[in-house]
């Protein structure tokens, strides 16, 4: 299913079941064109592909996973970008845990959490996306890529939950 023409390729294996809550092992994935077009329609499809789980359009969970969602392909855009060559982001439901994976061309390029300037108008998103995620990191993708992932909890913990 293409929804643009900056969505290349998409797979999805999701499956909700029909009281709208989803089923463990959910998978959405998605290549876009390395464009600010394609970071944009990365959000957007994430936010879609959450509510079809059963994740509803604007709650916390659904915000705060279309933030990271948004930061990770703007970086893929920007600093993982090879002419030619797209970009992925993969969505996995296991639980109440999103794995969010984005993946580029350039694995050369490791994101750094480093300071940003006081004035300075980019260096904050890696800063968003571990305030965000309760885990985050790289991993190589060979040949030449990388992939950064973050897991986010759909659901606050409860009392006794390990």
């Given at each position: 299913?293409?929804?643009?023409?900056?969505?290349?390729?998409?797979?999805?294996?999701?499956?909700?079941?029909?009281?709208?809550?989803?089923?463990?092992?959910?998978?959405?994935?998605?290549?876009?064109?390395?464009?600010?077009?394609?970071?944009?329609?990365?959000?957007?499809?994430?936010?879609?592909?959450?509510?079809?789980?059963?994740?509803?359009?604007?709650?916390?969970?659904?915000?705060?996973?279309?933030?990271?969602?948004?930061?990770?392909?703007?970086?893929?855009?920007?600093?993982?970008?090879?002419?030619?060559?797209?970009?992925?982001?993969r969505l996995t439901l296991e639980g109440d845990v999103l794995r969010i994976a984005v993946s580029d061309a350039r694995g050369e390029r490791l994101p750094v959490l480093a300071e940003a300037a006081e004035d300075g108008e980019s260096g904050r998103g890696l800063h968003l996306v571990a305030a965000l995620a309760t885990a985050w990191g790289t991993e190589p993708r060979p040949p030449s890529g990388k992939t950064v992932w973050a897991e986010l909890r759909l659901r606050a913990p409860r009392p006794g939950d390990v």
């Open positions: 299913m293409t929804h643009s023409a900056d969505a290349v390729d998409t797979v999805s294996t999701a499956d909700t079941a029909s009281t709208g809550v989803p089923l463990a092992g959910d998978v959405f994935a998605v290549r876009f064109s390395s464009t600010h077009r394609g970071a944009r329609l990365a959000r957007l499809l994430t936010a879609e592909q959450l509510d079809a789980w059963g994740v509803p359009y604007g709650s916390r969970p659904a915000e705060a996973a279309a933030l990271v969602v948004a930061e990770l392909a703007a970086n893929a855009v920007q600093h993982g970008r090879v002419p030619g060559r797209d970009f992925e982001v």
